[in-house]
Nanobody, 114 residues
């Protein structure tokens, strides 16, 4: 059974930083591309970042380029999202997602507000 547990969200002031972690189990993590999405109520989920299994391809949404960094640890089956210089428009629920599957975690809330 696939399990995806996101953590690290919270309330932060504009310009602040957060580091999200997705702990996974139940599938061959080291062979699976991973992604981070975010969703604001009433809107569709938006792809934020993607990292392939071998880390040779990393992509970001234009809105987060230069501020967010995705990384993975294949030995620990975790994927992280370091978010710097956060803006109010980054407020959303953040989800990790194994590419090509229907599996989603419960998400972690990120709120950027003064």
């Amino acid at each position: 059974q696939v399990q995806l547990v996101e953590s690290g969200g919270g309330l932060v002031q504009p310009g602040g930083s957060l580091n999200l972690t997705c702990t996974t189990s139940g599938f061959t993590f080291s062979h699976t591309a991973m992604s981070w999405y975010r969703q604001v109520p009433g809107q569709e989920r938006e792809l934020v970042a993607l990292i392939t299994s071998s880390m040779n391809i990393i992509k970001y949404a234009d809105s987060v380029k230069g501020r967010f960094t995705v990384a993975r640890d294949n030995a620990k089956s975790t994927v992280t999202l370091q978010m710097n210089n956060l803006k109010p428009e980054d407020t959303a629920v953040y989800y990790c997602h194994p590419v090509g599957t229907y599996d989603w975690g419960q998400g972690t809330q990120v709120t950027v507000s003064s």
